[in-house]
């Protein structure tokens, strides 16, 4: 078992990319939203900054899209990811609650077309925890950019999914060790119980 240490004063929890358009690509969603919502309650009661990241486009944000970034330009042609769609909403099996933090991005990353560090900081937290879909995906982009901004990373790896298991695999065995510290919910669950 990992010897996962937090203080819950200074750590948050991201779910990101949870929303209903991609959820469904998960072979079984409610097991997998099980396994999220027990990590959630746990944070939620040992009193961790929740928070969530999803990903849509306004029509301004589309029209802006360039060509020179073929997924969104691709998802702006398509309107896919139109931020107006049920399917670019949070899932409402993991909804969530008043005060948590909820933030939209237009880019792969939970940074860079958001306001979610100056709202962590705000709120003193240094340390995260990072689970959603896709590992290769928000996950990746995430664990590289928050390292970059000196935050502390811990990755849920079954809170985590990719469509390519040997993807998700070598991201969560071999790469993400690199920055972050990798654990299973329980092992999360645990260490909040623990507290």
């Known amino acids: 078992m990992n010897d996962l240490q937090l203080n819950p004063a200074t750590t948050a929890l991201l779910l990101m990319d949870l929303q209903a358009g991609i959820v469904e690509s998960h072979p079984d969603s409610d097991a997998f939203l099980a396994g999220l919502r027990r990590a959630r309650e746990s944070a939620r009661s040992a009193g961790l900054t929740v928070g969530y990241v999803r990903v849509a486009l306004t029509a301004e ?42 933030v939209r991005k237009s880019r792969v990353g939970a940074f860079s077309t958001t306001d979610l560090r100056e709202q962590l900081v705000a709120r003193g937290v240094d340390t995260l925890v990072l689970a959603g879909i896709a590992t290769s995906g928000v996950v990746l982009s995430t664990v590289r950019d928050a390292s970059d901004r000196d935050f502390r990373l811990v990755v849920l790896e079954d809170g985590c999914f990719d469509r390519d298991d040997e993807v998700h695999r070598v991201l969560t065995e071999k790469v993400f060790p690199r920055q972050a510290q990798v654990v299973t919910i329980d092992e999360f669950v645990s260490a909040l119980g623990a507290l």
């Open 61 to 102: 944000d589309a029209a802006k899209a360039p060509a020179t970034n073929p997924n969104f330009a691709a998802a702006a042609a398509s309107g896919r990811l139109d931020d107006t769609q049920p399917a670019t909403q949070i899932d409402a099996r993991i909804a969530p609650a008043a005060g948590e933090i909820v």
